[in-house]
DNA sequence: TATTATGTATAAGAATCTTATGTATATTTG
DNA sequence: CAAATATACATAAGATTCTTATACATAATA
């Protein structure tokens, strides 16, 4: 009966991450629709992240009303998809996104792995 | 009149991502109290993260209330301090959450500069 | 025929964080 | 010397993001 029994192990750390996936992903892709995002996910990181719906669809819902992305709806094999594919905005707002990302990744890196103190 | 005007641009990236900083900078530098923290964490990311008081504290409190950390007040130049050390146990879950941010760290490398495809 | 896969959607609640305060002492600056 | 800044802890209200659960619907597979 449980139509959703995969275990989401995903570590607090994904958290305000999933923006800045969705729009790198239609950076690389030009169009893409849900299921396929989480789908694509799944498979770049090896089953480790998997996207929820109850995630997924809101965030893409907040992109479009923010003008970051655009939609378009098709019907494939008798079933619904939108498309998504970033606006000239959010062109411009993922190279924003990605650049705090490799702050982020370089900062975090910092933390943990830390310069090893200079001996002399 | 404004106590605090220090502008906090950190993006949404970091949140879930606290925990494991403390718990990593205590694995490392052995006890730390909490403005330390802040300190030290602006420091190695060069001011681009400040850990705000109203995320730190409480985190700091729980962390203690699920018995990975524990507490050592000390007074310095009549000013209170609470040193934070991790237990044992805080010690044995260090080690999965650095394990962790490894994971997400690669995970996220290979979202947003996935290996190109080959050519033929 | 029942389950799984494909496909989108929302609502309730949890977790984490920002912002704004509050309290207190020490040090530095105008 | 008075005011501002630095040091040091704390909490409450609200925002944001996510998990969990549910809902609907069609296609493919077991």
Chains 1, 2 share one sequence.
Do not use: C, W
Not at 1 to 12: A, F, L, V, Y
Not at 22 to 38: A, D, H, S
Not at 53 to 69: I, Q, S, V
């Amino acid at each position: 009966m449980p139509r959703n029994d995969k275990k989401m192990k995903n570590s607090q750390l994904y958290k305000g991450s999933l923006n800045t996936i969705i729009m790198k992903l239609l950076e690389e892709n030009g169009k893409m629709y849900g299921y396929e995002i989480t789908q694509k996910v799944k498979g770049i990181t090896q089953g480790e992240l998997n996207i929820t719906e109850g995630a997924l669809y809101p965030a893409l819902h907040k992109l479009e009303a923010e003008g970051l992305l655009d939609v378009e709806i098709e019907k494939v094999d008798n079933r619904m998809r939108k498309y998504y594919k970033l606006t000239e905005s959010g062109q411009k707002e993922t190279v924003n996104r990605l650049s705090e990302l490799e702050d982020f990744i370089r900062n975090m890196q910092s933390l943990v792995n830390p310069s090893p103190k200079l001996e002399f």
